[in-house]
């Protein structure tokens, strides 16, 4: 009997068979092998460097205000980076020009729970140039365990399906660049394997050289043949929460503000948000050496969340918690709504707490668990309102001061 050599499917099955010289293939078959085929091709032309559309800054801070609410600083320090970027590429690709552009890595420095790494996956989503986040606390000194610093550029490569020509055009986000930062004001006394010694191989990366990358990564596969990329034209954007840095900007600036015009310039300097000031030589007196900080020119900060934003946060990007949680109803049928002062309640916790916007879901979260668990199995329930009474016995019930930060 005639059955599909790919599938197994017999004739009867298929809504048509088609026969080649020593086999057959069905309409299934071919329409799966039909959707691979599109999608290797279009992996391929994915980062035609060639094809790619400058976007201008305000449109791409336009397209980070639908996810990221408030840091308009930050957000335009990241698109006319990523334009530069872009025009570095098509500079790059005239060889006519003896003016040469210097790429600006970026650092961003803000309190964790402020839209750092919220930031960095928005804007890869907007990007058709290979995007990957790597998380600094892995990395150690080669030879200790843990993951190199090429591991960064293999992930690159992964994500540009191993084209070298365009991971060499890519950007990298590194989160948590504070926790690499040296553990003792006096250097390498013993050894300093997470800290210092990777600060010193991400100089390499950052500055632009060409480094054999392992392409499966690690240690682990010795015999595998080395891909040599060129970092010169990657763009690296580091995130950081910086733990207590704001003591050492508030150190730097009582000590400027010394002789006739103390008085003036202290009563100028906004207590309650010192990040603002933030300058290259608090990154060094925080523990990144001098050379780092000198390959990331361009030094922004996210605000602390007011009260304003975490409300705003609540409801309005496009993936806000607000609408996640009204779409899962949505699916079981569930038309599910909130009493304004429920989001009140849970903005006030979220302060209460400190725990910045990521504290908003672990809220939300605790309040809907008994919800979501509950009516789904019920099957006749259509309405579903959410009020400050019931929010609070949940959140009672849960003992929420589990969540509460030191």
């Known amino acids: ?66 996810y990221v609410i408030g840091q308009d600083q930050a957000k335009k320090y990241l698109s006319v980076a990523v334009y530069n970027h872009y025009k570095r ?16 890595n970026i650092i961003l420095v803000g309190e964790t729970g402020t839209g750092k790494t919220l930031l960095a996956r928005t804007i890869a989503r907007l990007l058709n140039v290979p995007f990957t986040i790597v998380d600094a606390t892995v990395l150690t000194e080669a030879g200790y365990v843990g993951e190199d610093i090429e591991s960064i550029l293999t992930r690159l490569l992964q994500v540009a399906d191993y084209n070298v020509e365009a991971a060499e055009k890519g950007i990298v986000f590194i989160d948590e660049i504070d926790k690499i930062a040296r553990k003792s004001d006096n250097p390498s006394i013993t050894r300093d394997v997470s800290g210092e010694g990777v ?77 603002q000031y933030i300058a290259p030589q608090d990154l060094k007196s925080f523990g990144m050496i001098p050379e780092i900080v000198g390959r990331l020119p361009v030094l922004t900060y996210l605000h602390p969340l007011d009260r304003n934003a975490l409300r705003r946060i609540l409801t309005e990007p496009k993936n806000s918690i607000i609408k996640q949680y009204i779409k899962l109803f949505e699916m079981d049928g569930i038309n599910l709504s909130f009493k304004d002062n429920v989001l009140e309640y849970v903005v006030d916790k979220a302060i209460e707490f400190k725990l910045g916007a990521r504290g908003l879901r672990s809220i939300c979260e605790a309040i809907m668990i008994d919800a979501m668990f509950e009516l789904p199995s019920k099957g006749n329930k259509e309405e579903m309102t959410i009020t400050k009474k019931y929010a609070a016995e949940k959140l009672e019930k849960q003992d929420i001061k589990r969540l509460k930060v030191a």
């Open 1 to 66: 009997m005639d059955r599909c050599s790919f599938c197994g499917r017999e004739k009867s099955d298929t809504n048509l068979l088609i026969a080649g010289i020593s086999g057959h293939i069905c309409d299934n078959c071919i329409e799966q092998a039909y959707e691979i085929v599109q999608e290797e091709l279009k992996k391929k032309g994915d980062f035609d460097i060639n094809s790619i559309q400058l976007v201008k800054p305000s449109e791409i801070k336009s397209s980070l205000d639908l």
């Open 89 to 104: 590429l098509m500079h790059h690709h005239r060889k006519d020009d003896d003016v040469e552009i210097e790429k600006s």
């Open 199 to 275: 600060q010193q191989g991400l100089l390499k990366l950052l500055e632009g050289s060409v480094i054999n990358v392992p392409p499966q990564g690690g240690r682990k596969h010795p015999d595998q043949k080395m891909i040599p990329v060129d970092t010169k034209n990657i763009l690296f954007i580091c995130g950081g929460a910086f733990d207590g840095i704001e003591k050492k900007i508030g150190q730097r600036l009582n000590t400027r503000v010394v002789g006739y015009s103390a008085s003036k310039v202290a009563d100028k300097i906004d207590r309650t948000n010192l990040l």
